[in-house]
């Protein structure tokens, strides 16, 4: 491919993950043309148009339409529900896009096996929007870990603080509250997570243990008198922290406009008026979730590398620990807030070494950084010659989910899963 060239960009899916990478790619026109945009809901579809400032812009209502006009561009960008990545990804594929593919890749092992085994066989290059993976603080962290200042590796602590309200928006009340229609909680939220711990470990994982369970969002929680909705007046409405009308109020940003499209513009009356029946509006105790609010994974790397996961609803960020040889590197969301620093090095035998990044503006502001890191990587990982790993590419990221798709296995069924058969067991052959 030709280094030098401007790839042309189409959407499947216009929502907001699309609409953060195509203006983000709408920075750097030397190197993006947005050409094409489908979606169901004809305002996502102009959001696009006005950001591609393409008069020759064409709009879709489906991914059919979609695919069926021929090929439009050098990258798809499926950004699409969970449940819809399989069917878009392999549909771009066989017309001979190459694909940016929004996490997950898919919603079972199976289909995950199957993408990597079509976008071989189609020659293909899929990218996997695992963006923490650009992210300054992950990057300083492999840094760190790749400049031998840790000597050997020998542990690795990581976890997820959800975040109370985030949690209630995508996984009580929203597109990922019920696993059956979706995916896993470790894999619609966490599969960054486990990417990142493989990432960082270097090696393939060979054996899961896992625990959780919805504990809080359930109905015996709710308060005495509570309404299935905040807008048919709670007893505790006014001091709940889970109130639907603050979506009219102090969290009517980044939240609402994830999910409401005329979040931007809308009165408080009218975003109310949209809560009365929209799946948001409802009680987070009187839902038909069935997420996990916490979960833990212990897990087991080659050449025996233990590392485990905690994910929590109740805590807010990401934190990571890497014990090695030669010193500990600690680092995170609260070091960041309360010590202004946002990785420790400690030695074994010297001094403290603190570090601070600088995540690059833009993008979803929980990524850290890692949207415009990805986009800009984007180019470059796509037009290098035939046969190179990408950054984050099928190669490394397929082997990331099955580490999720095996921790739910063994939350399940309450057994130690052995990575190697559990992946041999989800082969379309087996």
Same mark, same amino acid.
């Given at each position: 491919?030709?280094h =030098? ?10 929502g907001?993950?699309a ?9 750097? $026109? ?5 050409v094409?945009?489908?979606? $169901?809901? %004809? ?15 064409? &709009? ?20 699409t ?33 199957e ?18 993976r ?31 309200w985030h ?50 969002f ?8 509570? %309404? ?24 009517r ?26 799946p ?8 038909d ?14 050449? =025996? ?6 994910? +929590? ?11 090695? +040889? ?22 074994h ?5 603190r ?6 503006? =833009? ?9 415009? &890191?990805l ?17 984050? /590419?099928?190669?490394? +990221? ?15 069924? /309450?057994?130690?899963?052995?990575l190697?058969?559990?992946?041999? /067991? ?5």
């Amino acid at each position: 491919m030709d280094h =030098g060239k401007r790839l042309r960009l189409a959407c499947i899916g216009c929502g907001a993950r699309a609409q953060t990478y195509t203006q983000l790619a709408a920075r750097r $026109p030397d190197e993006y043309e947005i050409v094409a945009g489908a979606d $169901p809901v %004809p305002e996502r579809v102009e959001k696009i148009r006005r950001t591609s400032a393409n008069p020759g812009f064409r &709009g879709f209502p489906s991914a059919e339409a979609i695919l069926g006009a021929g090929k439009l561009a050098d990258v798809m960008i499926v950004a699409t529900q969970d449940n819809f990545h399989f069917e878009h990804c392999r549909g771009a594929l066989e017309r001979g896009y190459d694909v940016l593919l929004e996490k997950p890749i898919a919603t079972t092992a199976a289909q995950v096996l199957e993408i990597e085994r079509l976008a071989r066989q189609a020659g293909r290059r899929v990218m996997v929007c695992f963006v923490l993976r650009f992210a300054a603080f992950y990057r300083k962290v492999k840094e760190i870990l790749d400049s031998g200042a840790l000597g050997e590796l020998v542990s690795l602590q990581a976890s997820e603080g959800v975040n109370p309200w985030h949690q209630a928006h995508s996984f009580v009340r929203g597109h990922w509250s019920v696993v059956g229609k979706s995916s896993p909680m470790i894999l619609s939220k966490c599969c960054h997570d486990t990417d990142i711990v493989h990432w960082l470990a270097g090696r393939r994982c060979t054996r899961v243990a896992s625990f959780g369970s919805l504990e809080f969002f359930r109905p015996a929680r709710a308060p005495a008198g509570a %309404p299935a909705r905040c807008t048919e007046g709670c007893p505790v409405g006014d001091t709940c922290p889970y109130n639907a009308l603050r979506y009219a109020g102090d969290l009517r940003f980044p939240w609402l406009p994830m999910v409401y499209d005329r979040a931007q513009d809308a009165s408080a009356e009218e975003i109310v008026d949209w809560l009365r029946t929209s799946p948001w509006g409802r009680c987070v105790y009187r839902c038909d979730n069935d997420a996990v609010d916490r979960q833990v994974l212990a897990l087991e790397f080659e050449g =025996g590398l233990p590392a485990t996961f905690a994910m +929590t609803a109740f805590a807010s960020g990401r934190h990571i620990e890497l014990c090695g +040889t030669k010193g500990v590197l600690k680092g995170g969301e609260s070091y960041r807030q309360h010590f202004g620093t946002h990785l420790v090095l400690l030695p074994h035998e010297g001094e403290p070494v603190r570090y601070t990044v600088q995540a690059e503006d =833009g993008g979803y502001e929980l990524h850290g950084g890692g949207d415009p &890191g990805l986009v800009r990587a984007l180019h470059g990982e796509m037009t290098q010659p035939a046969g190179g790993p990408l950054a984050a /590419g099928l190669d490394s +990221t397929v082997h990331s989910h099955l580490i999720a798709f095996a921790a739910e296995e063994a939350r399940r069924t /309450g057994r130690l899963v052995d990575l190697a058969e559990f992946e041999q /067991g989800c082969r379309p052959d087996a």
